[in-house]
């Protein structure tokens, strides 16, 4: 699926970032999960959820930024652990930084 | 008492910065760049083809760096008698490297030793040295530290830039490839020398999770010699084992120089800690109130077995201490938690 398809549709962006992004990407498969462990309310920093660190949120940047060609830029840590808070969290995220793009384009053109 | 009474350094080619590796892997280097507070790092190989121009190997630093410090020290060759070189990525597994640096800066008779500990490594460098030194098996010493990581990595990461993991691009951001030197001797000669007040090296947590693996060149990778070796056979990376241990090891570490000297950090005029990314670094700093660090490791790159050489060689040669202040160096590598540190006193 291309980015296009992915951006355009809600429900198969938050199918990605939950099996794609989160689940292969963060090779979650090695640390015992599996893919039905990862919700759409997951939460992904807590130690009652998956306990992911800094690194692994920078992991899931750069992921968006290279699958899906949109620019996250530096977050501040609060910043990011609110916008990386849960898969849902981080599909309003990508949908957010794909209006600020289109709306960039519109004023640019 | 055995004293450093010099030093020199060498790194190859002119520093990479974030931005000259963005027109490499794209823009996702200034997010990790910010991130990781990583500047520069040198590298042997063309950032932009992985290719070694001038066919430069780790030896090739040492013995730049080494010459460096025989001529800063002005010490006669044939009176130095111990050559120990710190590093994790030398030319070859035989021979050692301290015999290639002694045959190229020509040096008669000597005893050579090479260590492998990682960033920890030099201090067990200076340890032995000093160890030589006061029981009079040799007068003066030389610990060199050099790694060459770009041409284990370099290419291979260019090969997969278009899917690269943050883990793996951190070892192209994050290390570097250099040398540096000091020479150690029995006598204090010049006005510029640090007597080595104490020198520890210990490992004790062996069985804690690595932090960082350097799998190639052990017989265990049984791809050695496979073109399409991927990234995690040749160094593997997991920062989330590093940040909460290298704490504790920091933690220790500063309490043994309390108890075993009696010092607190307020008595050094630098703590010159592990050289690892300067986020750590300043996460470190911060937990501990150090206030005096010196650290370079943004604008070098993570040298492991040459880092603490490296930023004892700019405050040396850069910073004019006054006599009876004092340099902490603390040292600690993740692979197996080697830790220790050594006590410096300007003469």
């Given amino acids: 699926m291309d980015k296009n398809e992915l951006l355009n549709n809600k429900k198969q962006l938050l199918e990605w970032v939950k099996q794609e992004l989160i689940f292969k990407r963060l090779d979650l498969a090695n640390l015992g999960l599996s893919v039905e462990e990862v919700n759409d309310n997951t939460l992904l920093f807590e130690k009652v959820g998956l306990d992911l660190d800094s690194v692994d949120g920078l992991e899931l940047a750069v992921g968006i930024e290279q699958k899906l060609g949109l620019k996250v830029g530096s977050l501040k840590e609060d910043a990011a652990k609110t916008k990386f808070a849960t898969p849902q969290s981080i599909c309003d995220f990508v949908l957010e930084l794909q209006l600020v793009k289109g709306q960039s384009h519109t004023s640019n053109s | 008492m055995a004293y450093i009474i010099g030093s020199g350094s060498y790194l190859p080619g002119r520093p990479v910065t974030n931005e000259m590796l963005s027109e490499v892997f794209g823009d996702s280097i200034g997010l990790l760049g910010d991130y990781f507070e990583v500047v520069s790092r040198h ?33 006669p060759k044939k009176e130095i008698g111990l050559i120990i070189t710190c590093t994790n990525t030398p030319d070859y597994s035989l021979p050692q490297t301290s015999t290639l640096i002694q045959e190229k800066v020509g040096l008669k008779d000597v005893i050579p030793l090479d260590l492998r500990g990682g960033c920890s490594s030099p201090l067990q460098g200076v340890l032995i040295a000093e160890s030589f030194i006061k029981n009079g ?72 999770p690595s932090g960082l693996l350097i799998p190639l060149g052990g017989s265990k990778v049984k791809q050695l010699g496979v073109a399409n070796i991927s990234l995690g056979k040749l160094i593997r990376h997991v920062p989330k084992e590093i940040e909460p241990r290298l704490s504790k090891v920091t933690e220790i570490v ?27 670094i300043n996460s470190l700093n911060k937990r501990f109130k150090v206030m005096n660090s010196f650290y370079c490791g943004d604008i070098t790159g993570n040298v492991p077995g040459a880092a603490l050489l490296l930023a004892f060689d700019k405050l040396f040669r850069g910073y004019e201490l006054k006599k009876g202040e004092k340099i902490l160096m603390l040292g600690a590598e993740s692979s197996k938690w080697i830790y220790g540190y050594s006590i410096l006193n300007k003469v």
């Fill in chain 2, 254 to 280: 500063f309490k043994k120089v309390h108890a075993e000297n009696g010092y607190t950090l307020r008595d050094f005029k630098y703590v010159v800690g592990p050289q690892a990314n300067k986020h750590l």
């Fill in chain 2, 137 to 208: 098996l040799v007068e003066n010493a030389m610990v060199v530290g050099g790694e060459c990581f770009s041409t284990i990595y370099y290419k291979t990461l260019l090969k997969e830039k278009a899917n690269y993991l943050v883990k793996d691009l951190m070892n192209g951001l994050i290390f570097g490839d250099g040398a540096a030197a000091v020479i150690i001797s029995k006598n204090k000669t010049g006005n510029n020398a640090f007597a080595i007040e104490r020198t520890v090296s210990q490992s004790s947590f062996s069985d804690w």
């Fill in chain 2, 43 to 75: 590298f042997v190989v063309d950032y932009r083809t992985g290719d070694n121009i001038n066919d430069e190997n780790n030896s090739d630093f040492c013995i730049k760096a080494a010459q460096e410090a025989i001529q800063n020290t002005q010490i």
